[in-house]
């Protein structure tokens, strides 16, 4: 038994041993060649191989007090291809024993490429966010790059402007920032998703779709995530992207637990066009919960030309909020075709969906409805007269200058329900 403990032990100091040399050579590699040859790319794989036994190595490597005694590395350039090389290994195995390591490489006297790999490596391993955002100012437009993707692996948004602005650069940043985004695969929907939510070129909005649609099967796959926020943010991003394969996947979410992801996925149903969603929607503007209430109206609003005959419809519905809110969506989206619709609903029975129709009126810009408003602007709910008299106004806008008799009011009314 004594025999076979030695046995074993010896073995064991025979393997580390082994590792130990196999660890020094891969080092030497990295050391005397190219970052990203093919011997550099070998020497990396060696490393990975060994795992934690290697990471342990290449994270006390990561300064410079290691390159001591016989290890000491008489050029700078053997050190930066160890730390780029450590970098890489240790990024890819997400060993977060190095990120203090990592973090010392980003300093700005460092060659920019080492710099690159560190923040790409600290956004794998989803550590020292803070450190990182500091460099989005960064002179090199690749390190500000990297920094960003970095930030969105971690699900921080302060890196989000310049993802986005990435995408409207140059092609060698644009390629890079296609790449960067497509790994960091769910994560990179919310700051996609801003591209169609602000004022971004059109270009920028185009890439984030060619994105996303690339990303369609990891969005699916996260609409069963535990957390709520990330299956919201897929059905959005799904929304977006139009893509046909998504329509089974969403409705499965029309039942979801959180009112958000439901309305989320309902809006995307709506815009891929499936009549599913849009009854949901429909259905919602009837809620007694107003926060539904206006997340379906927003979603409506969003949903643009394709559902005004269901709105028309709306306004004749036997629920008031349903007739209001029908009356707020085909206002905000200046459905001119709802005219008839909408002077009809003046004579409402409900005086908030009287008011709603008045101010849809103002909003389109209806001239022919100008009679059936001045009648409501006796109407004995006073705020409903106030509203017809707004919508007179705003009309007036749009037909005569604003010194004209029908007199002109400045300002957007507030609509209630």
Same mark, same amino acid.
């Given at each position: 038994?004594?025999?076979?403990?030695?046995?074993?032990?010896?073995?064991?100091?025979?393997?580390?041993?082994?590792?130990?040399?196999?660890? #020094?050579?891969?080092?030497?590699?990295?050391?005397?060649?190219?970052p990203?040859?093919?011997?550099?790319?070998?020497?990396?794989?060696?490393?990975?191989?060994?795992?934690?036994?290697?990471?342990?190595?290449?994270?006390?490597?990561?300064?410079?007090? %290691?390159?001591?005694?016989?290890?000491?590395?008489?050029? @700078?350039?053997?050190?930066?291809?160890i730390?780029?090389?450590?970098?890489?290994?240790?990024?890819?195995?997400?060993?977060?024993?190095?990120?203090?390591?990592?973090?010392?490489?980003?300093?700005?006297?460092? @060659? #920019?490429?080492?710099?690159?790999?560190?923040? %790409?490596?600290?956004?794998?391993?989803?550590?020292?966010?803070? @450190?990182?955002?500091?460099?989005?100012?960064?002179?090199?437009?690749?390190?500000?790059?990297?920094?960003?993707?970095?930030?969105?692996?971690?699900d921080d948004?302060?890196?989000?402007?310049?993802?986005?602005?990435?995408?409207?650069?140059?092609?060698?940043?644009?390629?890079?920032?296609?790449?960067?985004?497509?790994?960091?695969?769910?994560?990179?929907?919310?700051?996609?998703?801003?591209?169609?939510?602000e004022?971004? @070129?059109?270009?920028?909005?185009e890439?984030?779709?060619?994105?996303?649609?690339?990303?369609?099967?990891?969005?699916?796959? +996260?609409?069963e995530?535990?957390?709520?926020?990330?299956?919201?943010?897929?059905?959005?991003?799904?929304?977006?992207?139009?893509?046909?394969?998504?329509t089974?996947?969403?409705?499965?979410?029309?039942?979801?637990?959180?009112?958000?992801?439901?309305?989320? +996925? +309902?809006?995307?149903?709506?815009?891929?066009?499936?009549?599913?969603?849009?009854?949901?929607?429909?259905?919602?503007?009837?809620?007694?919960?107003?926060?539904?209430?206006?997340?379906?109206?927003?979603?409506?609003?969003?949903?643009?030309?394709?559902?005004?005959? #269901?709105?028309?419809?709306?306004?004749?519905?036997?629920?008031?909020?349903?007739?209001?809110?029908?009356?707020?969506?085909?206002?905000?989206?200046?459905?001119?075709?709802?005219?008839?619709?909408l002077?009809?609903?003046?004579?409402?029975?409900?005086?908030?969906?009287?008011?709603?129709?008045?101010?849809?009126?103002?909003?389109?810009?209806?001239?022919?409805?100008?009679?059936?408003?001045?009648?409501?602007?006796?109407?004995?709910?006073?705020?409903?007269?106030?509203?017809?008299?707004?919508?007179?106004?705003?009309?007036? +806008?749009?037909?005569?200058p604003?010194?004209?008799?029908?007199?002109?009011?400045?300002?957007?009314?507030?609509?209630?329900?």
């Amino acid at each position: 038994m004594r025999r076979l403990g030695i046995l074993l032990a010896g073995t064991l100091l025979l393997g580390c041993a082994g590792a130990s040399r196999r660890i #020094d050579e891969a080092m030497d590699r990295l050391a005397w060649t190219q970052p990203g040859s093919d011997v550099w790319k070998d020497a990396v794989e060696e490393l990975v191989s060994l795992e934690r036994t290697a990471a342990r190595a290449l994270t006390a490597a990561l300064g410079e007090e %290691w390159f001591r005694d016989e290890v000491f590395r008489e050029y @700078p350039e053997e050190r930066y291809g160890i730390w780029c090389g450590a970098a890489e290994v240790l990024g890819r195995m997400r060993y977060k024993g190095a990120v203090d390591g990592l973090k010392g490489l980003l300093k700005t006297d460092l @060659p #920019d490429d080492l710099r690159i790999k560190a923040a %790409w490596a600290l956004g794998e391993i989803k550590a020292h966010a803070d @450190p990182l955002a500091g460099h989005l100012k960064d002179q090199n437009p690749y390190m500000r790059l990297e920094v960003a993707l970095a930030l969105c692996k971690m699900d921080d948004s302060r890196g989000d402007s310049v993802l986005l602005a990435s995408l409207g650069a140059e092609e060698e940043v644009v390629r890079r920032a296609r790449e960067g985004l497509w790994e960091a695969g769910h994560h990179a929907a919310r700051p996609l998703l801003r591209a169609f939510r602000e004022p971004w @070129p059109e270009v920028v909005r185009e890439r984030a779709r060619e994105v996303l649609r690339k990303l369609t099967e990891d969005l699916i796959a +996260a609409l069963e995530s535990s957390d709520r926020a990330l299956r919201r943010e897929a059905a959005e991003a799904l929304g977006e992207i139009g893509d046909s394969r998504a329509t089974d996947p969403l409705v499965g979410r029309l039942g979801d637990s959180d009112s958000s992801v439901r309305m989320a +996925a +309902a809006t995307a149903l709506s815009k891929i066009g499936d009549r599913r969603g849009i009854a949901y929607l429909f259905k919602a503007l009837g809620s007694q919960d107003e926060v539904i209430r206006l997340r379906a109206i927003r979603a409506l609003v969003e949903a643009g030309e394709a559902v005004a005959p #269901d709105l028309r419809k709306g306004l004749r519905d036997p629920n008031p909020l349903v007739r209001c809110g029908a009356a707020k969506v085909l206002g905000e989206n200046r459905a001119r075709e709802a005219v008839p619709d909408l002077i009809e609903a003046l004579w409402d029975k409900d005086a908030v969906v009287r008011m709603n129709a008045a101010v849809a009126l103002g909003k389109i810009g209806a001239s022919e409805a100008i009679a059936a408003l001045q009648e409501l602007a006796e109407d004995p709910d006073t705020t409903v007269a106030y509203y017809a008299r707004w919508a007179i106004g705003r009309i007036g +806008a749009f037909i005569a200058p604003k010194s004209s008799s029908l007199g002109y009011f400045l300002g957007t009314p507030k609509t209630f329900r």
